[in-house]
């Protein structure tokens, strides 16, 4: 049996992980389009700031695995999943017998033509960072556009290198998809000490150029800042070009069914390129997170190995991080509407909001303490109706004995506890 899997991320390793100890004596064939074997993304900015050498972002793990072979920068071009072959960019055909689509996602830009072009950087792949850290090291400021988690990682790597650095948010708060307003602020101050400026409520209308070098940006408001490099980071828009001209059923991402094969039989798809559905609102959505995309690489190896597997669906929102020595963690719904119920808790130096629907727990944000975190997280995604505990979860006096004991509601019954 041939597996070809068409991506070199997470998703797609994780498949070939689990296609390799379900099926010994399967070939898997791994196509990357990066000249580089796999490595952590989500390390990046460390790479920016010189704390990590390339070496210390590859994978070792994965780069010997026996019985998979990569290829590196030999992007596929097309797919003939009728004939059950795709093409690579050099015209070489592959057959295979099962097909893995983990070919994630693309940053988005805003459709302003005066931004594009020397100075302005993305970033996802190792040759962005790379871009960013050689820019960086002949300039004086920078503008970062976008103030999500990828905005504010660069903009942190960026400072650390001791650039004057301004981010330049649309909404609110920071980090808007995980942080609510309240969280957001606290992040905007832990950033000022750092020496970060944060502008919220602001778009960037282009960059201003001399010579084709960047000299500073302007923003919707009008706004004119000195900078010498911008960084772009709002958003990412699933790779699905090459299932989309395969003829597969695409929404926002690919489609597939509970078992992540594609309307193509034989193809399965995997991580940020999937439209799924978020387990805690129950909407679809398009992931952008590293254990998302290891769960759904896993469960679609498993079934193109002959398993039988649904994918349980996942969090939109599921992320923990320290930024400049705070810590965060947000799961779920964390800007809920009028139809949920929110509980906030404030101490000194931490923040905690509890989202509930109905007698389910759906949402979850800390800052600072983080206690707790991994039972709130396993009730999210449990989804179970939890009345009982409703209180105690409020009060945080919810322990993880108890969620791990299932005969507590015994003990409760006869007034043991
Ligand atoms: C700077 C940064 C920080 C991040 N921080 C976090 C974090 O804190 N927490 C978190 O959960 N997530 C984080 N992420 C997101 C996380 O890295 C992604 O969700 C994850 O990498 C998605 O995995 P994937 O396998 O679906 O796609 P990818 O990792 O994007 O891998 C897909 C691969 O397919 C390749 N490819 C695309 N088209 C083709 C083609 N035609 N032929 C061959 N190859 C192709 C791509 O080049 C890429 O190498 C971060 C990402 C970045 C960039």
Redesign the pocket.
Known sequence: MRYVI?????????AAEAIRRRDPAGEIIV????ATP?Y??????LLIENKLTQDALLRDDLHTAPRVTRFLD????SIDSSKQRVT??DGEGLEYDRMLL??????TLPPIAELQGEGMFV???LT??QGIRQAAHDSHRAVVVGGG??GV??ALALRSLGLEVTVIEMLDRLIPLQLDPEAGETLRGVLSTQGISVMLGEGVKGLVREKGKVRGAVTSGGKQLEADMAVV?VG?RA?V??ASAAGLTVGNGVKTDSQLQTSAPGVYA?????ETTDIASGQAMV????????N??HTAGENMAGGQVDYAGALNV????EVAGMPVVSVGVVNPTEDYETYPHRSPGSYRKLVFRGERLVGLLMVGDLRGAGVYHALIREGKDISREKNRLIAGAYSYAQHLTPQVPVLDSYGVR
Not at 31 to 34: F, W
Not at 74 to 77: A, I, K, S, Y
Not at 318 to 321: E, G, K, L, T, V
């Open positions: 068409i991506g070199d991320g997470p998703a797609g390793n994780a196509l990357s389009d990066e796999p952590y993304r989500p390390l990046l900015p030999r992007p596929v071009t690579l960019s983990a070919t994630g996602a693309t940053p970033l996802r792949k962005d960072a988690r990828i990682k660069a980071g990412v790779n070009g090459l995997a991580g940020d390129m999937v992931s952008g997170t590293w254990t998302n995309a290891v759904m690489g599921i992320n923990a991080m």
